[in-house]
Nanobody, 126 residues
Framework: QVQLVETGGRLVQAGGSLRLSCAAS???????MGWFRQAPGKEREFVAA????????YYVDSVKGRFTISRDNAKATLYLQMNSLKPEDTAVYYC????????????????????WGQGTQVTVSS
């Protein structure tokens, strides 16, 4: 089990960029990691995932080409670089860790993640 703390969320104008960070309390090198988001009145949505070594990445179609997930296992930190932000990206963003291997669609299932952060608010104004 790892404790996760997200930072970096704030108010930004449409077209702008943000980088979210997720710091873990322990080693994450054995975990697949993911970012999810939840907008008001909507269900939690998968955003991106990355394999334990950072070799494989997965994105929801709506963020492909705009967001980049990365990790630094030495620093036990996960990142989400968000460019060309749109108002519809407004949400609370959560990082999550899972000990089981996943690939493709399997990485998008929130219930299969073991540990979650408290979330960080991203608001994109038009």
């Amino acid at each position: 089990q790892v404790q996760l703390v997200e930072t970096g969320g704030r108010l930004v104008q449409a077209g702008g960029s943000l980088r979210l960070s997720c710091a873990a309390s322990g080693r994450i090198s054995n975990y697949n990691m993911g970012w999810f988001r939840q907008a008001p009145g909507k269900e939690r949505e998968f955003v991106a995932a990355i394999s334990w070594a950072g070799v494989s990445t997965y994105y929801v179609d709506s963020v492909k080409g705009r967001f980049t997930i990365s990790r630094d296992n030495a620093k036990a930190t996960l990142y989400l670089q968000m460019n060309s932000l749109k108002p519809e990206d407004t949400a609370v963003y959560y990082c999550a860790a899972r000990s089981q291997h996943c690939s493709g669609y399997g990485c998008q299932i929130a219930d299969e993640y073991d540990d979650w952060g408290q979330g960080t608010q991203v608001t994109v104004s038009s």
